[in-house]
């Protein structure tokens, strides 16, 4: 059992950023991966970003590459999701995962357990 409580969402103008915050606490040991997902009201839950704990790949969404980086603190079992130039469309609710076994790192399935999450609201 791992419990995840994400931190770091808010309101902010377009262009922004912000800093999301994910603490896993539980077993740590072992991990695949730990993802970002995001779900805006009316929409499916959908990927955004993730990274292999051993070794530290990271993934992304085409709609947030090159303005969200995904990085982690082994020591500290977090991992952060930071975003810039945020854009109203990214408005969502933010949910961080744990993936314990291989899988599709860009799949729902592939995560174990699931943060409460955080609102991200961007203005225009």
């Known amino acids: 059992q791992v419990q995840l409580v994400e931190s770091g969402g808010g309101l902010v103008q377009a262009g922004g950023s912000l800093r999301l915050s994910c603490a896993a606490s539980?077993?740590?040991?072992?991990?695949?991966?730990m993802g970002w997902f995001r779900q805006a009201p009316g929409k499916e839950r959908e990927f955004i970003a993730a990274?292999?704990?051993?070794?530290?790949?990271?993934y992304y969404a085409d709609s947030v590459k090159g303005r969200f980086t995904i990085s982690r603190d082994n020591a500290k079992n977090t991992v952060y999701l930071q975003m810039n130039s945020l854009k109203p469309e990214d408005t969502a609710v933010y949910y961080c995962?744990?993936?314990?076994?291989?899988?599709?790192?860009?799949?729902?399935?592939?995560?174990?357990?699931w943060g409460q999450g955080t609102q991200v609201t961007v203005s225009s």
């Open positions: 990274i292999r704990w051993s070794g530290g790949s990271t």
């Open positions: 995962a744990v993936a314990y076994f291989g899988g599709p790192i860009a799949s729902l399935t592939t995560y174990d357990y």
């Open positions: 539980g077993r740590t040991f072992r991990l695949y991966a």
